[in-house]
């Protein structure tokens, strides 16, 4: 099992332009969470996706949005990017454990994006 | 809103020695699931111990423990016998129920942690 993986590592992009992050989530997840990590800071939740829709989003603009395809797998696009939009982006996965209300939760390895 | 606070933005200790990361959280709720997770510079957020809030022991794993004081809204880490691998950002997280089935994690700020051999 491959875990979280996410692609590309890293990429470099000029304001203005969109970017589309992916991330592949552990086998056996279903639930896809999106996180942006500004350096130095703690990582900010961007929104989730469960059964290909979005469950909840944070306090980011429209700009950002997602989809998720049926294998599970995800994506996050950002419009008109900006410069303050550079940061490390976390993908997490994770699955209700059977029988309780807890959840198994994993992190991919994240996409350093830098805007220029 | 629930909020996550790290006080220490670094920490130092030797190599062998014991030390204690602090963290402090704000929440109504009553029950919820507390985190601290590891980042070294390979960038992959590693969970190192959870616990859960309806329970009152506090959570072991290996050379890591907690204190968690409830009450307090208090989760601090002990890592006992440091190693050189050890060194890494350090992120205490709140486990926030959005709407049932939905998950989210609310992060603090980090603590940097360097051992020093």
């Known amino acids: 099992d491959a875990g979280v993986t996410q692609s590309p590592t890293h990429l470099i992009k000029t304001r203005g332009q969109q970017v589309t992050l992916r991330c592949s989530p552990k086998s056996g997840h279903d639930t896809v969470s999106w996180y942006q990590q500004a350096l130095g800071q703690g990582p900010q939740f961007i929104f989730q996706y469960y059964e290909e829709e979005e469950r909840q989003r944070g306090n980011f603009p429209d700009r950002f949005s997602g989809h998720q395809f049926p294998n599970y797998s995800s994506e996050l696009n950002v419009n008109a990017l900006l410069l303050g939009d550079s940061a490390l982006y976390l993908c997490a996965s994770s699955s209700r454990l059977r029988g309780t209300e807890d959840y198994e939760q994993y992190f991919g390895p994240g996409t350093r994006l830098t805007v220029t | 809103a629930q909020t996550v606070t790290q006080s220490q933005p670094e920490m130092s200790v030797q190599e062998a020695e014991t030390v204690t990361l602090s963290c402090t959280y704000d929440t109504s709720e009553s029950d919820y699931y507390l985190f601290w997770y590891k980042q070294p510079p390979s960038r992959q957020m590693i969970l190192v111990i959870r616990?859960?809030?309806?329970?009152?022991q506090n959570a072991t794993e290996n050379r890591f423990s907690v204190n968690f004081q409830k009450a307090a809204k208090s989760f601090s880490l002990k890592i006992s016998d440091s190693q050189l691998g050890d060194a890494a950002m350090y992120f205490c997280a709140y486990r926030a129920t959005i709407i049932q089935g939905a998950q989210k994690l609310v992060f603090g700020q980090g603590t940097r942690l360097t051992i020093n051999p």
């Open positions: 616990q859960e809030a309806y329970k009152q």
